[in-house]
């Protein structure tokens, strides 16, 4: 079994900042994609940022300058640090990671449950 869990959610002010973590753990044998996708309410989930096992990365538009994906891959751990947020960022950010668990030879997506931010104004 692999598990994605994040961390790092909560309330803040418009201009504020917030990091999340993604812990991937279990059987893995090895990761390859990772991004972050979030779900505002009554809008469809989206790609907010993604990143490859040798550290390329790639963002939405409308947050481009604000936020940074970064991975540690000795931890399986990803991170989205985010900085001049806006009440526009407010959703449910879910982790998702490319992963081949041990002793298969396929790579399936996993995701995370998701952890809420929520931007006031």
């Known amino acids: 079994q692999v598990q994605l869990v994040e961390s790092g959610g909560g309330l803040v002010q418009a201009g504020g900042s917030l990091k999340l973590s993604c812990a991937a753990s279990?059987?893995?044998?090895?990761?390859?994609?990772m991004g972050w996708y979030r779900q505002a309410p009554g809008k469809q989930r989206e790609l907010v940022a993604s990143?490859?096992?040798?550290?390329?990365?790639n963002y939405a538009e409308s947050v481009k300058g604000r936020f940074t994906i970064s991975r540690d891959n000795a931890k399986n751990t990803m991170y989205l640090q985010m900085i001049s947020l806006k009440p526009e960022d407010t959703a449910v950010y879910y982790c998702?990671?490319?992963?081949?668990?041990?002793?298969?030879?396929?790579?399936?997506?996993?995701w995370g449950q998701g952890t809420q931010v929520t931007v006031s104004s």
């Open positions: 998702a990671a490319n992963v081949r668990p041990i002793l298969s030879t396929m790579f399936r997506d996993y």
């Open positions: 279990g059987s893995i044998g090895s990761i390859n994609n």
């Open positions: 990143i490859t096992r040798g550290g390329n990365t």
